[in-house]
Nanobody
Framework: QVHLVESGGGLVQPGGSLRLSCAAS????????MGWYRQAPGKERELVAG???????HYSDSVKGRFTISRDNAENTVLLQMNSLKPEDTAVYYC?????????WGQGTQVTVSS
C-alpha cells in the first residue's frame, strides 16, 4: 500500500518562498523516480519537477531557476523549494512517482500566490 502526503502549501505574496514536503510510505521511494505536479483551476495537471534515484533532476521551463526538488532517502521525503513565486504558480501541488501512477495521487497541497 502506497501513501503520499503533501504539506507546506499556503498563501504567499509574489516574490515569496514556500517549501513543500511529500512523505512517502510503502516500498516505492527508494527505487522510484519521484515528481512534483500541479493543477491550476481549469487546467490539466502538469509536471513541475522530477528527481531520479541517481541524482538527475528535471524542471519544467516555467519553474526552472526558481524551484528546486530534492529527496531525502533516509526519511522517504521529497521536497520542493519554491522561490520567486508568481501568481501563475497558484495551483494544487501533488507528489507522485515520475511518471505518475494513477493510484498514488494524494490530496495535494494548495499554493496561492497573491498580494
Amino acid at each position: 500500500q502506497v501513501h503520499l502526503v503533501e504539506s507546506g502549501g499556503g498563501l504567499v505574496q509574489p516574490g515569496g518562498s514556500l517549501r513543500l514536503s511529500c512523505a512517502a510510505s510503502g516500498s516505492i521511494f527508494s527505487r522510484k523516480a519521484m515528481g512534483w505536479y500541479r493543477q491550476a483551476p481549469g487546467k490539466e495537471r502538469e509536471l513541475v519537477a522530477g528527481a531520479t534515484t541517481f541524482g538527475y533532476r528535471h524542471y519544467s521551463d516555467s519553474v526552472k531557476g526558481r524551484f528546486t526538488i530534492s529527496r531525502d532517502n533516509a526519511e522517504n521525503t521529497v521536497l520542493l523549494q519554491m522561490n520567486s513565486l508568481k501568481p501563475e504558480d497558484t495551483a494544487v501541488y501533488y507528489c507522485n512517482t515520475w511518471p505518475p501512477e494513477s493510484g498514488y495521487w494524494g490530496q495535494g497541497t494548495q499554493v496561492t500566490v497573491s498580494s
